[in-house]
């Protein structure tokens, strides 16, 4: 029932349905909500950063000096500190969405690891696109406050 009304509120743009029903599944039978609302967050994060990443458009930063009297960043350097926060919160992620899979069965657990979590750049791909998802489920979650 989620996943239906999730699917309608993101637009019809969810690409891993099932998955996202296994998940939802998975942390209310484990009662892990508050390692799922992380997963959830870190997700929308994640997307926004990914978004600013893909866009051509110039990082720009503030003209007026840091805290200390330093130069501001250079477009570069502000790139460089969100591809930084980019990482780590992908291994953040990772990790949180392995912490979830440990009350999985093992057929299911397995399908989401080689799926996401596989060193691959389909796996890459896959992950992404996973992490759209669980934007969309944070996006309806926050919407039924």
Do not use: C
């Not at 891993?16 to 508050?34: Q, V």
């Not at 389909?122 to 992490?131: A, D, K, P, R």
Request: hydrophobic letters at 35%.
């Amino acid at each position: 029932k989620t996943v239906d009304e999730l699917y309608l509120y993101s637009g019809n743009k969810l690409k891993n349905m099932h998955e996202m029903m296994l998940l939802i599944e998975l942390a209310d039978k484990s009662g892990k909500d508050k390692l799922f609302y992380d997963i959830q967050f870190t997700a929308k994060y994640l997307n926004g950063l990914g978004k600013i990443l893909q866009s051509n458009v110039a990082i720009t930063t503030q003209k007026k000096p840091g805290e200390n009297g330093e130069p501001s960043p250079t477009a570069e350097e502000a790139r460089e500190k969100i591809m930084g926060e980019y990482k780590t919160n992908m291994v953040k992620f990772t990790n949180y969405l392995k912490d979830l899979l440990i009350d999985a069965d093992e057929t299911e657990r397995k399908e989401i690891e080689e799926k996401y979590l596989a060193l691959s750049r389909t796996s890459m791909v896959n992950l992404t696109t996973l992490i759209y998802d669980l934007s969309w489920l944070k996006r309806y979650y926050n919407s039924k406050r």
